[in-house]
């Protein structure tokens, strides 16, 4: 694989990358609206016409009814330019992956049912797990939200 470069975002212990060409703005959590505008999700994040709902999620990423006062910011992701939601969280930083990070599709024994997580790499002793906007919206908000 080519050097690509994430965002990568933690929450509740988890260390979640998403591609960083997928990622339309982050914002503070501050600014999150309470206007709702998926079902699950906590508010929204406005910048300038463009709305995405925030959603908050624990370590088994599973939805959270409201937004943990740690987490202090919303990586907001874009889908074919069109903003579809936005992940609370505790930190944002960018990170690079090339080929000497080995990615490894999640096992079948530790898949779990709609799991959002599409593979997994070790770095420093930390296990990175790695999902995209796609499977993201996917797993939040609906199957049917995704055209085939």
């Known amino acids: 694989m080519a050097a690509q470069s994430f965002a990568q975002i933690k ?3 988890v260390s979640l990358l998403i591609p960083q ?3 339309g703005i982050i914002e503070v959590s501050s600014s999150i ?4 505008l998926a079902e699950g999700s906590i508010g929204t994040v406005k910048s300038g016409n463009r709305d ?16 943990p006062e740690t987490y202090k910011f919303c990586l907001c992701m874009n889908l074919d330019n069109k903003e ?8 944002v930083s960018t990170t690079m992956l090339d ?5 490894k599709p999640v096992p ?4 779990i049912t709609d799991c959002p997580i599409e593979f997994l790499t070790l770095r ?5 797990l790695i999902s995209n906007t796609k499977t993201m919206l996917q797993y939040l908000v609906a199957p049917e939200a995704i055209e085939a």
């Not at 579809?84 to 930190?91: K, R």
């Open 52 to 67: 995405w709902p925030v959603f908050a999620l624990g370590a088994d990423f599973q939805l959270r009814p409201e937004r």
């Open 124 to 128: 420093d002793h930390q296990m990175m």
């Open 84 to 91: 579809v939601l936005s992940i609370a969280c505790e930190e």
């Open 11 to 13: 929450f509740d212990g």
């Open 33 to 36: 609206g309470a206007e709702v």
């Open 99 to 103: 080929d000497k990070d080995d990615l």
């Open 108 to 111: 079948d024994c530790m898949r």
């Open 21 to 23: 060409t997928e990622v």
